[in-house]
Structures are given as C-alpha cells and as structure tokens.
C-alpha cells in the first residue's frame, strides 16, 4: 500500500484499534493475527461496531469499500508508525532496560511533564505491536514522546528504533532477565546495547548509567552525545535510606536535594537518578523535578505498599527475573520492624538455568536464616520443600493456603512474574 494513501487514510481515522471487542468510533482496524487469533475473521464485524476502516491480509469472502487488503497487517502497523514519526518530526526518547523501564519511563514522564507536553507508553506496549500503537497516539500536539522498548530476543531492540527513530535513548540496567531468548547476561548488554549503538550511528543522545559495568564499556569515552548520572560525575545520590520509602539526597549540578519518593527499596535510587538526569538535560529546575519525583505513586503492582487493614504488603509482582527478585528480597529484609512474610512466585523465561536461579534464590534465604517462607510454581517446588518452606503448585491452592491460614500483623513481600497473578491474593491478606 501506498505511504502517501495510508497515511491520509490514518489521518483520516486517527484512533487505532486491534480487538474487534473494543472499537472505538470511526478507527483504522487493524486485523492482526497471532498463533490463537486471526483478525481477518473480525474486519467486518469492526465495521458494523463503527470502524471508519480495516486493513486486513487476507481476501474477503464479501468485498468493502473501507475494508483494505495489504501484504501483512502487522508490518503495515509499523510501517505507517515510522512514517508518522518522520511526517511529524516528533522528539523521542526511548526507554529499555532489564529491570525498571515501566518505572523510569513513569518518573521522566512526571518530570518532563513540568515543562513540556509529553505521551509515554502507556502500560505495557513496549514491543513489535505497543511500540507503533505508542507512536500513532502521539499527535500534533505531544512536545516530547517518552517510548518504552522491551525485547526478549537479539535484533529486537534494533527492529523497534528503526521505526522509533529516537533522538535521545536510556538503558536503565543490564540484568539476568529473558535469559532464555539472550542466551545468558552477555547476550542480554548486547541486545538492549541496540539501543545506544542505534543512537551513536545517528549522532543522538545518550543517557548513561555510570553505575552498571555492562553499560559503560558500550559508549565510548570519546562519543559527545553523553549525559552521565549515577557515578563520580553528573547527577548522583550521595545518602538514602529506604524503610520502606526510599528518601535520598541528589546532586543535580551545582545543588544537592532531597527527594522523598513513594518507592519501594534502594534499587530504584537508578531510576530516579535517570529521570533526574533526564530533567536537567531538558532545563528543568531542580527543584522541579525533586517535586515531581516525590509526588509520583507507583501502581500496577510495581514497588506498591499496600496497607490491607490486616498486613502491609509489599507488592512488587508485575515482572521478576534472577536480579530483581534478589533485590527485592535484599531489600525486603532489611526493612527495620515487624514479622515478615515473602510470597514468591516463580520466574519465567529464565532458560536453561531456571532450576538453578531458583535454588539459588532459595539457598540464599536459607544461608540468612529467613525462615517464613511460601513459593510458587514448579521451578520452585523441590528447593523450597528440601528447606522446609511453604510451597504451591498454583495460585489457586496459594490462595486456598491462604484462605486456611491468613496472616495478620505481617509485613509481607510478594514478588514473582505477571503470569503467576499474584495480584489475586490481595484481598486474602
């Protein structure tokens, strides 16, 4: 299909749907297909539901006028996202990482929003789909787009900012997450490096963590479009403390803040020094950000605390791979006060060393004497009972484990990947 055609035809139909469940008025359907749906069955019922117009790669058994027939679906979705990035000159900064991207794209989002208009990615849609879908809900009006990435295999970071284009970039962390797909922590720095080497080719900026040894050896001292934070120059936390509430005084040029911030554990001192380094880059006063900063509050199940009436919990299970989950736990352990809990729920995409990572997250809490204790999930069965841990198979017999003895008076962590829907043993605790 002709860009020119399908560009007019987007500005035309401007909001974008994918699920024949839930259109919107006069969209672009887009009818994409996966292994356990094909959205060419649908074009026509999202029409009749009121969609301006549907592109579908497969031939009607009964002919359209605003039904339009493309190579494939999903790579038109891309292609016109790209065209809309270059047509509109947007600003982009891209976001990836292994660990707290949702998180620093929430807090630059906060902070930038105190200068300039800005869309962020909103929830998860960092990949191959969330990605355009970002970009084609950014209009005219969006003075800087904020664009989360996620990968699990190598060439996808690469593929996304091909048709991102962004003009500034940040890599939070490199950790052991989507083992499976990298092949080990090496292949994850140089997957999620797409993005710097992305931005060094095109002469763009570069915001780096000094603080992660994966990441440094990526951009060369000699590349003039750094901005450094986290390490002996640029912006840098110099004292925090974090029980539960992570509080922390910043160096943001030649002023030192405190920043009180309603996150959860010291891990996330990176990410609030990103979206700090951020700020300044952008001119925003110091001030200005610490505000925006602490004023932020984490929702779906990231860094949350939850007083339920009966327990404080800790509710950190919207994702979880071997650094993160020892982190949190790290964390969890040294808040001061109180009988504690930790409800863990397995990691996926782990790979080959799943049983091991899980042992080891196991033989860790052991060796420190922790002794309250309940897992989930068949990675982490046969470690967890050899020490005499609580263990479930599945979140329904957690939450019948639960329901038979409910805690009270606990202050309880509960991290684990989003496929083991921790969330539902909320209203059990």
């Not at 060419?40 to 592109?55: D, M, P, S, T, V």
């Not at 091909?162 to 080990?184: S, V």
């Not at 001192?269 to 700090?276: G, K, Y």
Request: include cysteine; aromatic fraction near 6%; proline fraction near 4%.
């Amino acid at each position: 299909m002709d860009n020119n055609f399908l560009y007019n035809l987007y500005l035309n139909h401007r909001k974008i749907s994918t699920d024949s469940r839930n259109i919107i008025p006069g969209c672009l359907f887009f009818a994409l297909r996966g292994e356990n749906f094909n959205g060419n069955l649908f074009a026509h019922e999202a029409i009749e539901k009121g969609a301006g117009a549907a592109l579908v790669d497969e031939d009607m058994p009964q002919p359209h006028p605003m039904i339009f027939r493309v190579d494939n679906v999903l790579q038109t979705l891309q292609q016109l996202a790209g065209y809309h990035r270059v047509q509109s000159g947007l600003k982009i900064l891209a976001i990836t990482g292994s660990n707290g991207k949702t998180t620093t794209k929430e807090l630059c989002r906060e902070v930038l929003s105190k200068k300039f208009r800005v869309f962020a990615t909103e929830g998860n849609l960092n990949n191959h789909i969330g990605v355009p879908l970002t970009l084609l809900s950014m209009d005219s009006s969006v003075e800087l787009g904020i664009v989360e990435m996620g990968a699990n295999h190598p060439g996808e970071i690469a593929a996304l900012c091909e048709i991102a284009r962004p003009d500034y970039g940040l890599i939070t962390n490199i950790g052991k997450a989507h083992l499976e797909g990298f092949g080990g922590i090496e292949g994850v720095a140089k997957a999620k490096g797409e993005l710097f080497r992305h931005l060094m080719e095109n002469g763009k900026t570069i915001f780096l963590n000094r603080g992660n040894s994966y990441l440094v050896p990526q951009v060369p001292e000699s590349y003039p479009g750094t901005v450094e934070y986290n390490g002996s120059e640029g912006v840098s936390a110099l004292q925090w403390e974090s029980n539960p509430f992570l509080c922390l005084n910043v160096v943001m040029g030649e002023k030192q803040i405190q920043i009180n911030t309603h996150l959860v554990g010291s891990y996330n001192i990176e990410n609030v020094l990103a979206s700090c380094a951020v700020g300044l880059h952008f001119d925003i006063a110091p001030d200005a950000i610490a505000a925006a900063v602490s004023a932020y509050r984490p929702s779906n199940n990231r860094s949350q605390l939850i007083d339920t009436g009966k327990n404080k919990v800790i509710m950190d299970a919207y994702n979880a791979n071997p650094s993160s989950m020892a982190a949190s736990i790290s964390e969890f352990l040294k808040f001061e006060g109180g009988n504690k809990i930790l409800i863990l729920g397995e990691m996926r995409e782990v790979g080959d060393s799943s049983i091991r990572e899980h042992e080891s997250i196991i033989a860790s809490l052991k060796e420190k004497g922790v002794g309250h204790v309940i897992c989930m999930g068949k990675a982490f069965e046969n470690a967890a009972l050899n020490a005499g841990f609580k263990h479930a198979g599945t979140i329904d017999q957690l939450m019948q484990m639960l329901t038979d003895d409910p805690p009270c008076g606990y202050l309880i962590l509960i991290k684990g990947s989003r496929c083991n829907r921790l969330e539902k043993i909320i209203p059990l605790l």
